[in-house]
Nanobody, 122 residues
Framework: VQLQAFGGGLVQAGGFLSLSCTSS????????????TAWYRQAPGKQREWVAS???????MYADSVKDRFTISRDNAKNMVYLQMNSLTPEDTAGYYC?????????????WGQGTQVTVSS
């Protein structure tokens, strides 16, 4: 595993959380900074679904279910990708995973982080 996601927790509906994703190995840092990076989530009993993506240049895309509530961003100097989640609802409860895809020094990569749990109480 070359990605580490953190920042999850328990929050009340209407609250906010900020998730972070970084490379867990320094040898992957350069590749991660240039990667197409995305956040996915998976709720119990449901399939993993795409949440948001960001290109190496900062262009962003969002699932309709989170548009205008979530913001994905990156700071390549800090080797970080963030997901700011506002106006959370119980439907946002899930394990959140970061994913990085690209072509690096060792060829094509498609890396997943271990996930961080977000629980929104009503």
């Amino acid at each position: 595993v070359q990605l580490q996601a953190f920042g999850g927790g328990l929050v009340q509906a209407g609250g906010f959380l900020s998730l972070s994703c970084t490379s867990s190995r320094s040898t992957f840092s350069t590749d991660f900074s240039a990667a197409f990076t995305a956040w996915y989530r998976q709720a119990p009993g449901k399939q993993r679904e795409w949440v948001a993506s960001i290109t190496r240049f900062g262009s962003t895309m969002y699932a309709d279910s989170v548009k205008d509530r979530f913001t994905i961003s990156r700071d390549n100097a800090k080797n970080m990708v963030y997901l700011q989640m506002n106006s959370l609802t119980p439907e946002d409860t899930a394990g959140y995973y970061c994913n990085a895809k690209g072509v690096g020094g060792s060829g094509v990569f498609d890396e997943w982080g271990q996930g961080t749990q977000v629980t929104v109480s009503s």
